[in-house]
């Protein structure tokens, strides 16, 4: 058994049956062909993960490097290695004056993990720069490509975690950033900024992103643990009647977002434990782990908040971080 607690930052004390490190395709094919079938997950950093209990397949730990650069006369063209830090990646860019993904500063996992969520903060969404995503199909034992057509995505979601979930390991993932850059400045705190550089946004967006949500490395989490609710306006016109002051943010012509954590807050879990595990006082998108908590105890706080916003307003929360048993993804 392979430890795993040190693995995710929810750091349950959970192991796997077996485990894997690959940083060429070629291996990966060697390997996976002498598995016999064997239950696979794919574990990047494990800030998206939260293994409740022991799991009994074979966990993939990909390491696949580098930032390469090229550029056309509008656009500047990365093509990174799915394995490497996201937020690093945002780093990089600042430093080489390639602008575009500064909203997204200091999101936890790694650049393979971003067109699977289609990571997105404070109005920019990932798909907006990607190019491509190269990944290897665990079925067939083929590397392939998807365009950003192919990738359908959507709001926290893509082909990867719907036709494709739990079938590739994602290898390398191509952006193509516009030369020219305009700043998006409309959302949350954001707004306060006046005439901002590229580099004003990142460290707003860090500085907020350190304030309001906890360190992994100081007490366990993953971060959002619901995706914000995609909600009809004709819904969200209903629930104003008895609550006037619930914000949203516009989706389309019929539909607008919902903050999660700002209905979880109007239900009183800010700061509520059961055991070890709870929602976070600043906070109420985070649920945390002191240390002493148990998979059955994140698993019976979190269906307590998914049940208590969908009695009071009707919403279904769909959690955004992946839950793992002993034989792969829980339902909430």
Request: glycine residues 8%.
């Amino acid at each position: 058994m392979y430890s795993l607690a040190s693995l995710h930052s929810f750091g349950f004390p959970s192991s796997a049956h077996a485990m894997l490190s690959i940083d060429v395709v070629a291996e990966l094919q060697f390997q996976l062909r002498h598995l016999d079938n064997s239950v696979i997950y794919i574990l990047g950093e494990g800030s998206n993960t939260v293994f409740l209990e022991d799991y009994e397949g074979t966990v993939i730990k990909p390491a696949f490097m580098g930032i390469n650069f090229e550029h056309t006369d509008t656009h500047y063209l990365l093509k990174v290695g799915a394995s490497e830090n996201w937020h690093q990646l945002v780093l990089w860019c600042m430093q080489h004056q390639i602008y575009g993904l500064e909203n997204l500063a200091l999101i936890p996992g790694t650049v393979g993990a971003s067109p699977i969520q289609n990571i997105g903060a404070y109005g920019v969404e990932v798909k907006k720069y990607i190019q491509h995503v190269e990944y290897y199909d665990l079925n067939d034992h083929n590397h392939k490509v998807l365009d950003t057509q192919g990738c359908e995505f959507a709001y926290r979601d893509s082909v990867f975690k719907k036709r494709l979930a739990d079938q590739v390991l994602i290898t390398t993932v191509i952006f193509a950033i516009p030369k020219v850059w305009r700043p998006v400045v409309y959302y949350g705190e954001l707004q306060a900024l006046s005439e901002p550089s590229a580099m004003d946004i990142f460290n707003k967006v860090v500085e907020v992103r350190q304030r309001k949500l906890p360190d992994p490395a100081e007490i366990g989490n993953a971060g959002s643990f619901f995706k914000n609710p995609v909600i009809t306006i004709k819904h969200f016109i209903h629930l104003q009647k008895t609550w006037p002051s619930i914000p949203s943010y516009p989706v389309d012509t019929i539909k607008v977002k919902v903050p999660a954590g700002w209905l979880i807050e109007q239900l009183g879990f800010k700061g509520t434990k059961i055991g070890g595990i709870g929602c976070h006082p600043n906070q109420a998108l985070v649920l945390t782990n002191d240390g002493s908590g148990t998979g059955e105890q994140l698993l019976k706080l979190a269906r307590a908040i998914k049940g208590a916003v969908l009695c009071e307003f009707s919403i279904v929360l769909e959690n955004e971080v992946r839950l793992i048993g002993k034989n792969g993804p829980v339902i909430l």
